[in-house]
């Protein structure tokens, strides 16, 4: 014989099969965080600043020699979505070649940071940046001119990883 | 005949071979960076190092054996170099016990020490024999604090090769290289020790033509090629197997593309052909296909060629031939196009338009021919196309003969496949005498092209496939390394990953391809337009008709050519046999 034993029904007391006083009971909780204080955050006015854990989008590292990146073009053999295009050229520069072009599709990028993880110069990092709006595909794709941030705004990445990674 | 014993399996050798001959021949590697099969040993690097040992006697001359009756192997206490230790009856080799793999770790460890591990910004990463054997052969950690010692950078030996003084790791073998297969002795060791570096005679550039095989050989980055330098990631790129069409000798080569260009070829080894080179020339020989190419048919209005599709240009051949007599017409082969292109012109002409007027241009250049590789026939299917009938016979025109036929208007139309005037030019004068010019070219810029009534966008040799007979009159057989837009479906899961897997909007899969046919497609379907039923379906098939037909050429398959390297004309019966080709080092696959 299929009994059904242990159904929610058998599970509540009589108290609560009354179900008038647990009405009251939840209008109280509604009731108490009324004047609790408030966690809603007044976006965009109030912004949000991540720790250096935080994975946003990708960028290159410019210090004060210019770009670190070497064009190996691990970060894009790497890259799982296939998100990166890496283009080598000669530099007059002691490492000898640099990115002619770089370029990260933001419609391809999962942000599961392999590319910084993986960059031998450091020159990849996961920024705190993850507003990422765009009204087309093209403005997807992040050239140079996006990518490359100033070292200074990046050290909270930086010493996360020189921590952790 | 000597027989060895190598980790435990009995080899038999041939006598004055080394171990590391044996080891090779017997598809077994023993790590090794200055030895290489086609240079003399210099046994300098030290990698190659195994234990040697034989059988230790009783003082009867009997062999000793231990309790389980196997030979007492007395090891010499000191290591051996495999690549340098001439073999002898009962020569017991361990190349993987704990004293060899230390021996080995060693090694790398020194090879290590100044290398500046640069990995990220050298061409050589991926396909570079130190990475793999710092990978397979180390111990995968540094014990040196000190500071790597510095030496010269980016110096240019030559036109073609650039040298990093801090990635070499003196192997020698670019030296014994330009010593014994360049035969121009200009490259030497200079200092000692860890200051030891090369440098050229002065007042001399490393400038022979088969320079740049250095760049091949280099077991690391060491030495670059101008023309490619940071083009591309190694991985990044596929590498089809092809045939140089440089010269008439048709070295076997491997082209590397990325995004439906060339970037580079390199050499593919064949003992009977090229060995393990090729010639600078013949390397850099490749703008033409990438560059200014023709990427659909074309017809003149006016005077002003205007793109149109294959359905309309077919038509208006066919259109424009009919007032045209068999006997004034003239159809120019050529020693560039594969045999299979070359014999259904032939067939074309005889059987369709029913005229034997049909010829072919012949490229000589004394000054290119050598001897050694490069031959001053700089087309490389001279012999296949006349084997298969596309020169002229004593009832028919000769190509010489062609500026007067056309003044006198013995010839009204002319078709040319993949060729042109240019050794010739006084022709380009006369075409516009004639009433029809149809050509198949590759390129757009090309005089021919301009001055043409009806235009095919042939396939150039990168992406056909076909055969060709070379200068000693071996028939090698050849597949596209671009893709277009008719063998996409075969040649799209053979290109690089970014290619084969980018979609349409990314903007690195925006490349072309291109709207070519092989020459002997388009012939094909002049033909059937004109009634002819031909049912060629690839390359292959008009192959295999070749193979019935041309004694030359019988019991040839494509299959047969891909085992043997190659067959010489009528010796499919008895091909030359299969031998090993070394690989020193090259991308693996993934
Ligand atoms: S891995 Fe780093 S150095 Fe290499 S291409 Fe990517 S960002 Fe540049
Ligand atoms: S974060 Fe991951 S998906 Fe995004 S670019 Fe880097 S490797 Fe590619
Ligand atoms: S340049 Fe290359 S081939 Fe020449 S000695 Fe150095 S490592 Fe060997
Ligand atoms: S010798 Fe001839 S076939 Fe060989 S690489 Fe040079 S041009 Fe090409
Ligand atoms: S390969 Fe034997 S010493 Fe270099």
């Known amino acids: 014989m299929n009994r059904i034993e242990n159904t929610e029904h058998q599970r509540l007391t009589f108290w609560e099969k009354l179900y008038l006083p647990e009405i009251a009971k939840g209008l109280g909780i509604t009731l108490r965080q009324m004047f609790k204080p408030k966690f809603t955050r007044q976006y965009p006015e109030e912004r949000w600043e991540p ?90 794709i992040l050239g140079k001119d996006k990518l490359l941030v100033p070292i200074h705004k990046l050290q909270d990445r930086l010493e996360f990883l020189r921590e952790y990674k | 005949m000597p027989h060895i014993y190598i980790d435990g399996r009995l080899f038999e050798a041939k006598p004055g071979q080394t171990i590391i001959q044996v080891a090779y021949e017997n598809n077994l590697n023993i790590p090794h960076f200055c030895w290489h099969p086609e240079l003399s040993v210099a046994g ?89 054997y710092a990978f397979k052969h180390s111990r995968g950690f540094s014990r040196f604090d000190e500071e790597k010692n510095h030496k010269p950078k980016r110096v240019i030996w030559g036109p073609n090769v650039i040298f990093d003084g801090e990635r070499c790791i003196s192997c020698s073998r670019c030296i014994r290289f330009a010593k014994e297969i360049a035969k121009q002795d200009v490259l030497t060791f200079v200092q000692r020790g860890d200051r030891v570096t090369i440098e050229l005679h002065p007042g001399t550039s490393f400038d022979n033509p088969y320079s740049m095989n250095v760049i091949d050989i280099c077991p690391v980055g060491a030495l670059t090629s101008r023309d490619f330098r940071f083009k591309s990631r190694v991985w990044d790129m596929s590498f089809n197997d092809s045939i140089c069409e440089g010269c008439a000798r ?59 599709n294959w359905t309309e240009a077919v038509n208006s051949v066919v259109e424009r031939l009919k007032p045209i007599q068999p006997n004034e017409i003239m159809f120019v082969a050529s020693a560039k196009a594969t045999v299979e292109s070359n014999y259904l012109l032939v067939k074309f002409a005889k059987e369709i338009i029913h005229t034997k007027n049909i010829d072919l241009l012949e490229h000589f250049d004394e000054t290119f021919g050598d001897d050694f590789l490069r031959c001053s026939d700089k087309t490389p299917n001279l012999r296949g196309a006349r084997i298969v009938g596309a020169s002229s016979t004593s009832h028919s025109y000769r190509i010489s003969q062609l500026p007067d036929l056309i003044r006198e208007g013995m010839v009204k139309a002319l078709y040319v496949m993949e060729d042109d005037f240019d050794d010739f030019p006084e022709l380009y004068e006369l075409l516009d005498e004639i009433d029809l010019l149809i050509v198949h070219q590759y390129n757009l810029n090309n005089k021919l092209t301009q001055k043409a009534d009806i235009v095919f966008p042939a396939a150039t040799y990168a992406e056909s496939e076909g055969t060709y007979v070379n200068v000693d009159g071996r028939v090698q057989h050849f597949k596209p390394a671009l893709v ?79 085992t043997h390297f190659g067959v010489v004309v009528g010796k499919s019966k008895n091909p030359d046999p299969v031998v090993p080709v070394y690989e020193s080092h090259y991308m693996k696959p993934d």
């Open chain 2, 44 to 132: 300098n690097c030290r990698m190659c190092l195994v234990e040697v040992g034989f059988p230790k006697r009783n003082p009867d001359g009997s062999i000793q054996v231990d309790a389980d009756n196997r030979p007492v192997i007395n090891y010499f206490p000191k290591l051996q170099i495999a690549c340098a230790t001439e073999v002898s009856d009962g020569m017991h080799v361990r190349t993987k016990s704990e004293r060899a793999i230390k021996a080995q770790e060693a090694v790398m460890e020194f090879l290590l020490i100044n290398h500046p591990l640069d990995c990220p910004i050298c061409d050589e990463a991926g396909q570079c024999k130190l990475q793999e």
């Open chain 2, 484 to 562: 277009t837009r008719n063998n996409l479906r075969f040649m799209g899961m053979k290109m690089s990953r970014l290619d084969k897997f980018g979609a349409f909007n990314d903007r690195w899969s925006q490349f072309e391809y291109r709207d070519v046919r092989q020459s002997w497609e388009i012939i094909q379907m002049i033909a059937n337009k004109l009634g002819a039923g031909w049912n060629y379906r690839k390359s292959e098939d008009v192959f295999n008709e070749i193979a019935q037909h041309l004694n030359e050429f019988k019991g040839m398959t494509y299959q047969l050519l891909d």
């Open chain 1, 51 to 140: 720790t250096g854990s935080y994975r946003g989008r990708p960028v290159l590292v410019l210090d004060e020699d210019g770009e670190r990146c070497v064009a190996c073009g691990l970060c894009s053999r790497v890259c799982p979505a296939l998100a990166i295009e890496v283009q080598a050229a000669e530099t007059e520069r002691e490492k000898e070649r640099y990115p002619e072009k770089f370029e990260i599709n933001m419609l391809r990028c999962i942000f599961c940071g392999f590319c910084e993880e993986v960059c031998p110069e450091e020159a990849i990092v996961m920024s705190k940046d993850y507003e990422l709006v765009f009204t087309n595909r093209e403005d997807g």
């Open chain 2, 250 to 308: 048709g070295c076997n080569i491997k082209i590397g593309v990325r995004q439906n260009q060339i970037l580079r070829i390199e050499p593919r080894g064949n003992p009977y052909v090229n060995r393990y080179w090729m010639c600078d020339y013949g390397r850099l020989h490749y703008q033409y296909v990438n560059e200014n190419r023709l990427t659909s048919p074309m017809i003149r209005i006016g005077d002003k060629l205007e793109k149109t």
